[in-house]
């Protein structure tokens, strides 16, 4: 009957992490509760992500005698958040983000561990950890899911061991960064993948899902344990008020239209516009593309931001995505997000003048916001930026689609990506002929980063020289594991363009989620997470998992709130 059904509590729109963990626990708190989502699948980018979750003073880190503390943890995102940080808003996430995990860990399907050795991001800033604050989920298995599987948004290749074999964050760092007991550990995953025979005659896909699809999954198996629906290919369109009151949803599903109410409250969790080119245009930094966006095609097109400003309330960091450069792959629906292989020693990204304007391994929020911000102070283009490595580093590293050349060499690539996905040639100038890069500013990029890279100084922006950056280099490399000579032929080149995993501006909420306006009223029945909503992390990226975790954990907060609250 509830396919037919148009009165609810509480309306959840969207079906990312943060919205699907406000249903769950809005549904513990005896309120009915509906899901709507545009989709033919559910989980949203959540779903195609790493799923990694920042939250400070976590129980995890603390049982394995992790140190952290409240106050740190607030003078950390205070200072890395561009004085764009509410504090009353932070305030709100470290009170309730540890609880939030222990409370879906007690209650629900959801399973993390720590990630002790993903370091926050910003390790020169007071507050900083060298690790224990990510989390990373528990492989999940998908056979508990039953027919629903069908509709789960599939994670990306590139988030799979092979583009097929689920694995956790934990063991992706063992094999990137070429810990002791790598090969064996990548071994033992793929025997266990391929002697799984009962799950093999049945799919192609990894009986067990890791990253941010064992998230989604665990989530969406807690909501059918309570029997919560989840209409897919159900599209928001606007808001229904009574006067200043938000009282439902206008929704269209499968081609019908409906008005939904909904008795105690709407939490918005659509996402951002990143999908959405007109506003792009409207209010990201120039040039801009939703083609470079490494989130899912089509759906987040920012409905839900503009029916929260057709009914009154104030934006915040609109200028801003949580930036990430891509590589665009020829047949892949969507660009790879760089994140890991910016760091490995050898790799170096060059932009129009042949000039490196940032350390390659920073944060991927600030490495995109480089591409942009220092365009004009180094006279070049840094849209797009090119990625230049030697034989020596294709051999033995991946650099997006392209796995190791000891694995997958030159003659077993798609043809079609020379030209298009990577470009090379014998010598660094003809290179940079091939790819319209200045050769003598790239000839002295390279002389200059093969000396840092004898000395393990890079002496004009520092790369190495925080644990953080260190995360993703190579344990071997010495003295400098992020620092390595480019010199043999032949050159390769690939494109990174300045992409994002979604946008980080929104509607303004207050600290119980709630949709303001200008005048920091509350909007009567109306939340907003995720990235729906302005980031409490302000302009900042503190740390694996700064995305999902708010998301989940507003998600909470609102569910919360109107239980609470009539
Ligand atoms: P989504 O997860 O996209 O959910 C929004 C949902 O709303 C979608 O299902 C969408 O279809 C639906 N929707 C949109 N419009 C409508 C409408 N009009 N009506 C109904 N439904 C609608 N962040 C982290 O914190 N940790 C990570 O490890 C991490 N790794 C990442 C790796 C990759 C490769 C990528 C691309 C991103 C990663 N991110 C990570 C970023 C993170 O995934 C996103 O910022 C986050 O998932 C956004 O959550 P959301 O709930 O706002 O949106």
């Known amino acids: 009957q509830d396919q037919s059904r148009t009165e609810w509590d509480v309306i959840v729109v969207g079906s990312g992490a943060g919205a699907m963990t406000s249903a769950v626990v809005a549904a513990d708190q005896g309120l009915s509760v509906l899901v709507v989502e545009k989709s033919e699948k559910f989980g949203g980018t959540s779903a195609i992500s790493g799923g990694g979750i920042w939250i400070p003073n976590n129980h995890y880190f603390a049982a394995k005698g992790g ?18 940080a509410d504090e009353t808003k932070v305030r709100a996430y470290l009170d309730h983000a540890p609880e939030m995990i222990k409370y879906l860990e ?61 694995w956790t964050a934990r063991d992706a760092h063992v094999a990137m960064a070429r810990e002791r007991g790598w090969r064996l550990k990548v071994l033992g995953l793929m025997l266990r993948y391929k002697f799984d025979f009962k799950w093999r005659k049945k799919s192609k896909f990894d009986r067990r899902a890791g990253l941010g699809s064992s998230l989604v999954c665990a989530l969406r198996a807690s909501l059918l344990d309570r029997k919560v629906p989840l209409w897919l290919k159900t599209d928001f369109r606007e808001l229904v008020l009574d006067g200043d009151r938000v009282i439902g949803v206008r929704v269209v599903r499968e081609g019908r239209a409906l008005t939904l109410t909904a008795r105690r409250g709407v939490i918005l969790g659509a996402g951002g516009f990143e999908q959405n080119q007109a506003l792009r245009e409207k209010y990201l930094p120039q040039p801009t593309k939703t ?33 990430a450069p891509t590589i665009a792959v020829v047949g892949e629906d969507k660009p790879r997000g760089v994140f890991a292989e910016r760091a490995f020693p050898g790799a170096i990204v060059v932009n129009s003048l042949g000039k490196r304007f940032c350390n390659e391994a920073q944060g991927y929020l600030e490495f995109g916001d480089a591409m942009y911000k220092d365009r004009d102070a180094t006279g070049g283009k840094n849209v797009p930026a090119w990625c230049i490595f030697d034989a020596h580093f294709r051999f033995n590293y991946a650099m997006g689609p392209l796995m190791p050349a000891q694995i997958m060499p030159d003659s077993r690539l ?36 093969n000396a840092y890279a004898s000395s393990g100084k890079d002496a004009d922006f520092g790369r190495g020289d925080s644990v953080f950056d260190r995360y993703y280099g190579d344990v071997n490399v010495k003295p400098n594991p992020c620092l390595a000579p480019v010199q043999k032929g032949p050159f390769y ?29 509350p909007i ?24 999902i975790g708010p998301a989940m954990t507003f998600g909470y907060i609102a569910a919360h709130h109107i239980a609470a609250n009539a």
């Not at 140190?67 to 764009?84: C, M, P, T, V």
């Not at 080149?493 to 920091?520: E, F, N, P, S």
């Not at 995720?530 to 998992?545: I, K």
Request: hydrophobic share 40%; glycine share 12%.
């Open 106 to 166: 007690e209650k629900s399907r959801v399973r993390y561990a720590v990630a002790e050795k993903y370091p926050d991001y910003y390790q020169h800033l007071p507050g900083a950890l060298p690790g224990g604050r990510s989390l990373d989920p528990e492989l999940f298995d998908t056979s508990t899911l039953g027919d629903e599987l069908e509709n789960l948004r599939r994670p990306s290749p590139s988030t799979l061991l092979m583009g097929r074999i689920a």
């Open 414 to 449: 798609r043809k079609e990506w020379l030209g298009s996905v990577y470009w090379k040639a014998d010598t660094l100038d003809e290179l940079a002929r091939q790819i319209d890069v200045d050769p003598a500013g790239l000839r002295e990029t390279v002389a200059k980063m």
């Open 67 to 84: 140190k952290d503390s409240y106050d740190k943890a607030l003078q950390y995102i205070l200072a890395a958040g561009g004085g764009k």
């Open 493 to 521: 080149a690939m494109r990174m363009d300045a992409g994002d995993i979604g946008t980080k501006g929104g509607l303004l909420t207050d600290a119980q989620a709630r949709v303001v306006r200008a005048d920091g009223t």
């Open 524 to 547: 009567e029945g109306l939340y907003a997470i995720g990235n729906t909503s302005a980031s409490v992390m302000g302009t900042a990226y503190p740390g694996a998992g700064a995305t």
């Open 291 to 323: 083609a470079w966006s490494a989130t899912p095609p089509g759906n987040n097109t920012g409905a839900a931001l503009e029916a929260g400003m057709a009914a009154g309330a104030a934006t915040d960091l609109l200028e801003w995505a949580w930036w």
